[in-house]
């Protein structure tokens, strides 16, 4: 039987003054311990679904649960669940509050009240698994992009959350930096915990994700593995989503000999899931 961690039950926001809402009777679930991945066009309602994740917004109409239970509004609630889901903004600029790297770590731990040798030996040992130990004392405006956004991940991972919820986390990277951000995700995948990521980049959905959420004017329109719904072709032209290149190219007919080659092509890009 399925488990979830996060659900959404007819979820209803609108920001003021907007003439329609982010959030039109949202359903959706997150499935615990998967690599799944949110799409869909501009202003479909994915960074309204993430802030409500987080409860920095608080629905309107409607019901989230964690874990099965009611999300409750109160500040000891709060905080309990902000620990267990963490949200890393499309812009890290967003999300670094500290003058050093160092500092900016250990600011939630510290908000938390933790003891002062737990919060440095969780912070030394974010810093190294992060590969951050020579930043610790550098000062964040002195990052580069992909370092701050390797910061900004650090800052949630710390907090040991259950689910990680990222927004647009490719935004701005070069192909390097992009590279060693999934290698970063697979590894914090492989220690167990959940992850959801909002993204434009539909190759990297495909090779990546293990399930697939589409949303459209804040519903959920469809859900299944990449596979099945880069197969609902008819679908996503109307609702102007592309298809990625390789799975374009695979389903295409062709002669027994290309054939041959493509089904070599897709396992190589397969497999670079493992990166």
């Known amino acids: 039987m399925e488990e979830y961690l996060l659900e959404f039950e007819d979820v209803y926001y609108t920001y003021v003054g907007a003439k329609k809402a982010a959030l039109n009777g949202l359903n959706l679930k997150i499935p615990k311990h998967k690599k799944s991945a949110l799409i869909g066009q501009n202003g479909c309602g994915k960074t309204t679904?993430?802030?409500?994740?987080?409860?920095?917004?608080?629905?309107?109409?409607?019901?989230?649960?964690?874990?099965?239970?009611?999300?409750?509004?109160?500040?000891?609630?709060?905080?309990?669940?902000?620990?267990?889901?963490?949200?890393?903004?499309?812009?890290?600029?967003?999300?670094?509050?500290?003058?050093?790297?160092?500092?900016?770590?250990?600011?939630?731990?510290?908000?938390?009240?933790?003891p002062h040798l737990e919060i440095a030996q969780r912070v030394a040992a974010i810093l190294l698994e992060f590969g951050l130990t020579e930043l610790a004392q550098k000062p964040v405006h002195h990052l580069s992009l992909g370092q701050k956004k390797r910061v900004s991940i650090a800052d949630v991972m710390v907090l040991e959350p259950e689910l990680i919820l990222l927004d647009e986390p490719t935004a701005y990277l070069d192909r390097l930096h992009t590279r060693n951000l999934i290698k970063t995700l697979i590894n914090i995948h492989s220690s167990g915990k959940t992850i959801l990521m909002a993204t434009h980049d539909f190759d990297l959905v495909y090779r990546w994700a293990d399930w697939v959420f589409v949303m459209d004017e804040g519903k959920l329109i469809i859900e299944g593995t990449p596979e099945y719904i880069f197969n609902q072709r008819e679908l996503l032209a109307e609702l102007q989503l592309d298809v990625p290149l390789i799975h374009e190219i695979y389903s295409t007919e062709v002669s027994q000999e290309e054939q041959i080659f493509l089904e070599r092509l897709q396992k190589r890009i397969l497999n670079l899931r493992k990166f």
Do not use: M
């Open 49 to 114: 679904f993430f802030l409500l994740s987080n409860a920095l917004y608080k629905p309107q109409k409607g019901n989230i649960s964690w874990r099965g239970k009611s999300v409750k509004y109160d500040s000891s609630s709060l905080q309990k669940l902000r620990q267990q889901v963490g949200l890393v903004f499309q812009d890290p600029e967003q999300q670094l509050v500290a003058a050093t790297v160092e500092e900016d770590i250990s600011y939630g731990l510290c908000n938390l009240g933790l």
